[in-house]
């Protein structure tokens, strides 16, 4: 498994965060003076002199300086310009390298300068050859929102890594739901013929730990584990699709009370003892999880649209076929093939795959198990055509089929 930090170098606690020994390892810190003697931190290595504005927190998401030089929700802002401050943060990324990580998420981008944050990535070391190969570099990601409307761009960032496309999930989501006249049709050009950053660019998800509780980015639209059934599909669209680096979500459940359409307890942290200690992962004998943990990365059309994306990597974008509304299919080149029916109809259709001929397993109603498919078959004519059948009224009304699920 290999692991990629939410690094947070943006800033330090909030603003009102007191003094005292209450942070993560236990380390004195004192908010009011901006004293951080575990870096050391001081006065000294933080914004408070450049913010120009009157709180000395954000406000005004049009002006740049203060969304980058400014405190963002309170919280102590580090002033990333100075070279001490950035090799203070690069030391600590730079251990974390040393200890076997992949690379790294950058939370809040948008509030940093992407000079200062390629002044802190150039002072990086490659991956750790104990489990990379030499020359790898870490793989940087970096947290920006940008919905439009703001001169903020991601386009900014591109310099330094990908960035986070929340345009993506925001519209998927819209599209599924059928909200606003959207229907999948309309999902022939996906991607940079959306609006979104290019491909090569692109760090994509359809929810995220924010927007999955009304945080961050995306609105009511956004689809996640509460819309199962939804969300499979929509994570297995992403999956198929070859646009963008793909991120899988995985969550834990947690007891929503809405109160004028906001839940109230968005603020739940994962599962656990009276103690505060949080509660194992526990597996189910059919390999779910327990306890609360939601687990989407293993549940079955999830796991095995990952599978898929991999075996089809590097294959076009094929054979694409819609009804109009909401039934659509595509391939990847001749490794692989997705059929969708998101209308309240049946979907009864011949299509041209691009598969050599033979039977494949539907990897999301089952999957090849010891020679033989437990769920439903798909057979390949020698042209390549095939015959889908999905009801409206499937757990899960699509199917997918690749090279590697053939009997």
């Known amino acids: 498994v290999r692991i990629y930090v939410d690094a947070v170098i943006n800033?330090?606690?909030?603003?009102?965060?007191?003094?005292?020994?209450?942070?993560?390892?236990?380390?004195?810190?004192?908010?009011?003076?901006?004293?951080?003697?575990?870096?050391?931190?001081?006065?000294?290595?933080?914004?408070?002199?450049?913010?120009?504005?009157?709180?000395?927190?954000?406000?005004?998401?049009?002006?740049?300086?203060?969304?980058?030089?400014?405190?963002?929700?309170?919280?102590?802002?580090?002033?990333?310009?100075?070279?001490?401050v950035r090799s203070k943060v690069a030391e600590y990324m730079n251990y974390l390298i040393d200890v076997g990580v992949a690379g790294f998420r950058l939370d809040a981008a948008k509030h940093m300068w992407p000079e200062d944050v390629k002044a802190i990535l150039d002072k990086l070391k490659d991956l750790n050859t104990k489990w990379?190969?030499?020359?790898?570099?870490?793989?940087?990601?970096?947290?920006v929102i940008d919905l439009g409307g703001e001169p903020i761009k991601g386009s900014d960032y591109f310099g330094n890594g990908r960035v986070t496309e929340f345009k993506y999930g925001a519209k998927l989501g819209t599209v599924i739901r059928k909200w606003n006249g959207e229907k999948m049709a309309y999902l022939k050009n996906w991607g940079e013929g959306w609006g979104f950053v290019p491909s090569d660019r692109a760090l994509v998800f359809v929810d995220n730990h924010d927007n999955q509780r009304g945080h961050g980015a995306g609105g009511a639209s956004i689809l996640t584990f509460w819309d199962a059934r939804l969300y499979k599909m929509a994570v297995g669209f992403m999956l198929a699709h070859p646009y963008g680096f793909t991120r899988v979500m995985s969550s834990f459940r947690w007891t929503r009370s809405f109160v004028n359409g906001q839940d109230v307890n968005d603020w739940i942290g994962p599962p656990s003892n009276s103690d505060g200690s949080i509660k194992p992962v526990t597996i189910n004998a059919d390999t779910t999880c327990g306890n609360d943990w939601v687990c989407e990365h293993r549940w079955r059309q999830i796991k095995n649209m990952v599978i898929f994306r991999n075996v089809v990597d590097g294959q076009p974008f094929s054979n694409w076929w819609d009804n109009g509304s909401n039934q659509v299919a595509f391939g990847r080149g001749d490794k692989g093939f997705i059929v969708f029916n998101n209308d309240d109809w049946s979907l009864n259709v011949t299509l041209q795959t691009g598969l050599p001929p033979g039977t494949y397993c539907d990897v999301i109603s089952g999957q090849k198990k010891d020679g033989y498919c437990t769920a439903v078959e798909v057979r390949v004519a020698a042209d390549g055509m095939a015959n889908f059948l999905i009801s409206n009224e499937d757990e899960d009304p699509f199917i997918a089929i690749h090279v590697d699920d053939k009997l």
């Open 132 to 143: 990379f190969s030499a020359g790898t570099k870490p793989f940087i990601y970096q947290e």
């Open 11 to 84: 800033h330090m606690c909030g603003a009102n965060a007191g003094a005292g020994d209450h942070a993560t390892c236990r380390s004195y810190f004192s908010a009011k003076t901006e004293d951080f003697p575990a870096v050391p931190y001081s006065g000294w290595d933080f914004n408070d002199g450049k913010c120009k504005s009157r709180s000395g927190d954000i406000e005004n998401y049009h002006d740049i300086s203060q969304v980058r030089d400014c405190r963002l929700v309170s919280l102590l802002d580090l002033a990333l310009e100075k070279d001490y």
